[in-house]
């Protein structure tokens, strides 16, 4: 059975150590998971990440920044997420187009409706089953990485990362269905438990719909 789950949040949210422990149970369980990271995935990708997080190129201008994400997108989407799709595996991505709406869009102000058609573009439409979104207080987030070590984006004033979580925010309203809002600011065990809950269901209702097309 194919699932794809990404993983979404203001920084220091905590998605990374979600994801692992969420790849791990999955594993246990007796899944095929895929875990990736956007932007990166691949050699491309990666290559591309590097330019994008660089916290010397200040001068990058916000259309440059989403198409070099889509770009970057586009790649780990056709060679890695889509054929591990294929083959019936799980995939879970720590961040993918919903982060490019929240921080280029509602962060940089970019125009929403161009960067849907720029990301359907890139994706081919590709839209996850479930989007976990783990959500801190701006301040607190960033408290829990060292200034001298925030990359380019995180680097940004705080008024840009209260947008981008405004952004998240008004996303996961609108589709409760696809988004599983969690406190990132509660003990880890209670966040996996959580988010290990909605998979549950997730699953167990996938399977229900595909034993009734038969």
Excluded at 94 to 100: C, N, Q
Excluded at 198 to 208: A, N, S, W
Aim: charged share 25%.
């Amino acid at each position: 059975m194919s699932l794809f789950i990404t993983f979404e949040g203001p920084e220091g949210s905590g998605k990374t150590t979600q994801l692992k422990l969420l790849a791990e149970w999955l594993s246990e369980q007796g899944k095929d998971v895929l875990a990736t990271r956007e932007p990166g995935g691949t050699a491309i990708s990666e290559a591309i990440r590097g330019i994008l997080l660089d916290p010397t190129h200040t001068e990058m201008q916000p259309e440059a920044e989403i198409l070099l994400f889509s770009a970057a997108r586009a790649q780990i989407v056709a060679q890695v997420i889509r054929p591990h799709l294929q083959g019936g595996g799980i995939v879970l991505c720590d961040r993918y187009a919903d982060s490019t709406l929240a921080y280029q869009g509602y962060g940089r102000g970019l125009d929403l409706d161009t960067l849907c058609a720029i990301t359907a573009f890139a994706t081919g439409g590709l839209v996850p089953d479930l989007t976990i979104y783990l959500d801190i207080a701006i301040e607190k987030g960033l408290q829990r990485k060292l200034p001298q070590e925030w990359n380019r984006l995180e680097a940004q004033a705080l008024a840009f990362h209260q947008r981008v979580r405004e952004g998240y925010l008004e996303m996961a309203a609108s589709e409760p269905d696809r988004w599983l809002s969690v406190d990132a600011f509660q003990p880890i065990a209670n966040i996996q438990a959580a988010i290990r809950e909605r998979i549950e269901v997730l699953i167990g209702t996938m399977g229900t719909e595909r034993r009734k097309d038969r």
